[in-house]
């Protein structure tokens, strides 16, 4: 069985290889220039493009036909972004359309992740896990569709400014929050749309409400009985800094997975930012 996720699933080479997911990349435009986010996109350079650009940084979806191509050879599970925030949940089911033309008899199920980035990385690794351990196609979409219901993706962001271009987020909200150092801490509202929980003065304080968010979340499960995965935005050592704190405060968590953001996640949380899923 086949996993199939669109490039806002950040994997780095090594949970590449562990989940051995394919990629339908999305491509980000900025400044006229279009940036396929197969992997090879560079971010440090990447991210200074979006910074000296006044104009939002576009994003644009697999198209369906693309989604068909890799959809053809196996019966396949499909992760995308939350249908509320882009297209390629809709290019995907048609794409799906597709490929059942050409091979009536191929499984193929399509998740709405209704999250991003860390979310739908932690579905990936859960498909993998499922399929690993035998369970039949029927019995993982079950699992995992009850998972995204119960998921949480909570993140930290140093800047509000893409949100701001790209209409996430009020301009005059993007300047209070700039002038008076004020970080938001958001989440998704369990249907796939982004909300404010909290807010702080301060990065640090912000990241220290996202792990406290994240252990009224868990309290009470048992002891490293779950998963979380982070993902991180050209911020290494601030990743670490988080990752000891959840192992610090938040006792259910066991393994704490790591990745770099790609080019689609990038380009939402910007330098600095923290995305973490569980």
Do not use: W
């Amino acid at each position: 069985m086949k996993i199939l996720a669109d490039s806002s699933c950040d994997l780095s080479p090594e949970l590449r290889e562990r989940t051995k997911a394919c990629t339908a990349p999305l491509t980000i435009t900025i400044s006229g220039v279009d940036y396929v986010d197969d992997g090879t996109v560079e971010i440090a350079p990447y991210l200074a493009a979006m910074k000296s650009c006044k104009e939002p940084a576009r994003s644009a979806c697999p198209s369906p036909d693309l989604y068909a191509m890799e959809m053809k050879d196996d019966d396949c599970f499909v992760i995308t972004l939350s249908s509320k925030l882009s297209g390629s949940h809709n290019a995907a089911m048609l794409g799906k359309d597709l490929a059942l033309e050409e091979v009536p008899e191929r499984r193929i199920h399509v998740f709405d992740s209704e999250s991003a980035s860390a979310g739908e990385t932690y579905i990936a690794l859960m498909i993998r896990d499922l399929i690993n351990e035998g369970l039949s196609f029927e019995e993982i979409i079950k699992a995992v569709d009850e998972k995204i219901r119960t998921m949480h993706t909570l993140f930290v962001l140093d800047s509000l400014e893409n949100l701001v271009k790209n209409g996430r987020v009020s301009r005059a909200v993007g300047l209070v929050a700039g002038v008076l150092s004020i970080r938001l801490v958001m989440s998704d509202d369990g249907h796939g749309n982004i909300k404010n929980i909290s807010k702080a003065r301060g990065t640090k304080a912000a990241l220290t409400q996202m792990v406290e968010n994240c252990r009224k979340h868990t309290d009470g499960l048992p002891q490293s009985s779950q998963r979380l995965v982070l993902s991180y935005c050209n911020c290494p050592e601030r990743a670490e800094q988080v990752a000891r704190m959840i192992r610090e405060k938040c006792p259910a968590i066991g393994e704490i997975v790591m990745t770099p953001t790609g080019a689609l996640s990038s380009m939402y949380a910007y330098d600095g930012g923290i995305v973490i899923a569980y």
